[in-house]
C-alpha cells in the first residue's frame, strides 16, 4: 500500500539522526476505481427516469427541511415569531433569493456527494444504475456540477435534453456528453456486495 523511505542526516554537532517516513501513494477521489469493476452496458431511458422519480422523492424531502431549518429556524431568530407570522401573510418570504440559494446549494450537495463518492444516489442504487468515467473511475466534483447544470438546462428545455439519449449511438444525455461521464447498468444486486 505504501512505500518506506529512511534517510540520515549528520548534524553539526556531529551526531547522526534518522529519518524515516512512511509515505502512502495518493489516489485521487476523481480517479478511484469504482466496485464492482468491469464493462457494463448503457442505462436506459426508462430506468434513468424511474431513479430520476425515486431521487425526485427525496429531495423534496431535502427541500422541505431546507425551508424548515431557515425559516423556522433562522429567520425565527432574526426576526421573532410575531414579525415572521406577518412576513408571511403579507407574502413578503414567496421569493427570497437567500432561501432559493440555500435549496439549490443543498441539493448539488446530495447529488454531488453520492455521484462522487459511490456513482450512485438511492435511486441509482435501487435501479442498479452508477455515473463513472469511461474508465470505471469515480467522476470529480467538477464534473458533478457541470452535469447537475446541464441536467437542470435539459429538463428546462422541456427533457430535450433527455430525450437526446434516444437518438445518441452511446446512449448519452447532454449532461453525460458535456461531463464526460456515462450512467450504466449494473448487474441485479451489485451495490449490495
Known amino acids: 500500500m505504501g512505500q518506506a ?7 553539526p554537532t556531529g551526531e547522526t539522526v534518522r529519518i524515516s517516513l512512511f509515505v502512502r501513494p495518493e489516489v485521487s477521489m476523481s480517479r478511484a476505481k469504482l466496485q464492482p469493476e468491469g464493462t457494463f452496458p448503457r442505462a436506459g431511458l426508462i430506468r434513468r427516469f424511474a431513479a430520476m422519480f425515486y431521487d425526485f422523492m427525496l429531495c423534496m424531502a431535502l427541500i422541505m427541511v431546507v425551508t424548515w431549518i431557515y425559516q423556522q429556524g433562522v429567520l425565527r431568530l432574526i426576526y421573532g415569531a ?10 413578503a418570504m414567496d421569493h427570497d433569493p437567500i432561501l432559493s440559494s440555500l435549496v439549490v446549494l443543498s441539493l448539488f450537495a446530495f447529488f454531488a456527494k453520492f455521484w462522487t463518492h459511490n456513482g450512485q444516489t438511492l435511486g441509482m442504487q435501487a435501479w442498479n444504475l452508477r455515473i463513472q468515467n469511461a474508465d470505471g473511475s469515480r467522476i470529480s466534483l467538477s464534473q458533478a456540477l457541470l452535469r447537475f447544470v446541464i441536467s437542470i438546462l435539459s429538463w428546462l428545455a422541456l427533457g ?25 447498468q449494473l448487474p441485479k444486486g451489485a451495490h449490495k456486495k
Open 5 to 11: 523511505l529512511a534517510s540520515s542526516a549528520t548534524l
Open 160 to 184: 430535450l435534453g433527455f430525450w437526446w439519449m434516444l437518438f445518441s449511438k452511446n446512449k448519452d444525455t447532454w449532461h453525460d456528453t458535456y461531463s464526460e461521464s456515462q450512467v450504466i
Open 82 to 91: 410575531e414579525q415572521l407570522r406577518s412576513m408571511a401573510e403579507a407574502g
